[in-house]
């Protein structure tokens, strides 16, 4: 398996645009997670999806953000309208069930707002 | 609620040094307990894992054991090299959703 797959890798926008982040999990795994790493608070959880079902939404931020999950191979991240500060790593990840939980990641969205 | 608490970094060794990061987790039960680290402009990578109290996992010369006592998962290695430098994350996982400490930054020079 080609392991998590997220795209695009680097995304420069202007303020007030909207921002879509993709993801790929790794086929067979039920849980779909979406974080978000900065260097003041780390990584943090922002949703999480079971079976393709948001689970926990309680780490968005705000409004702004929104997650989907239309079929078990693909997840979206939107942010509308974007503003400067959630310029950061977004990183989305999959596990093959909770019990484990040892998730694995893709590489990364690296999310610039100017 | 849960929580995993790392020691700040960043840890600074020359090469073949003893490595040492310490964790410790807040959780209800018995959560399994991981190591993952970071490298430059890549996502997160499971290093090893404990499931259960007294169980030591290892790898790549890295070991943690998972002591229930202090509830502690502390990483170790006896010689590190300048490849190690990473960013390591202790997380908490097992029935519970994951969740990672602030992660430790090890920078070793050669």
């Known amino acids: 398996d080609a392991g998590v797959i997220q795209s695009p890798r680097h995304e420069v926008t202007e303020m007030g645009q909207e921002v879509t982040l993709r993801c790929k999990p790794i086929?067979?795994?039920?849980?779909l997670f979406w974080y978000r790493q900065t260097m003041m608070r780390g990584l943090e959880l922002l949703i999480y999806f079971n079976n393709n079902v948001p689970i926990d939404d309680s780490g968005m931020p705000e409004d702004r953000f929104s997650a989907k999950m239309p079929n078990a191979s693909f997840s979206t991240l939107k942010i509308q309208p974007s503003e400067p500060r959630d310029s950061a790593v977004y990183f989305c990840?999959?596990?093959?069930?909770?019990?484990?939980?040892?998730?694995?990641f893709g590489q990364g969205t690296r999310l610039t707002v100017v | 609620g849960d929580s995993v608490t790392q020691m700040e970094g960043p840890v600074t060794l020359s090469e073949e040094a003893f490595l040492t990061i310490n964790c410790t987790y807040t959780?209800?039960?018995?959560?399994?307990l991981f190591w993952y680290v970071q490298y430059p402009g890549e996502g997160l990578q499971l290093l090893l894992k404990?499931?259960?109290?007294?169980d030591k996992g290892s790898n790549k010369g890295f070991e943690a054991t998972y002591r229930k006592e202090t509830t502690s998962f502390h990483l170790e290695k006896g010689s590190v090299q300048v490849s190690d430098s990473a960013v390591y994350f202790c997380a908490l996982g097992g029935s519970y959703i994951p969740t990672f400490g602030r992660g430790t930054s090890l920078i070793v020079h050669p």
């Open positions: 959780a209800t039960g018995y959560p399994s």
């Open positions: 990840a999959s596990s093959r069930d909770r019990r484990s939980s040892e998730a694995f």
């Open positions: 086929s067979g795994h039920d849980y």
């Open positions: 404990a499931t259960k109290a007294d």
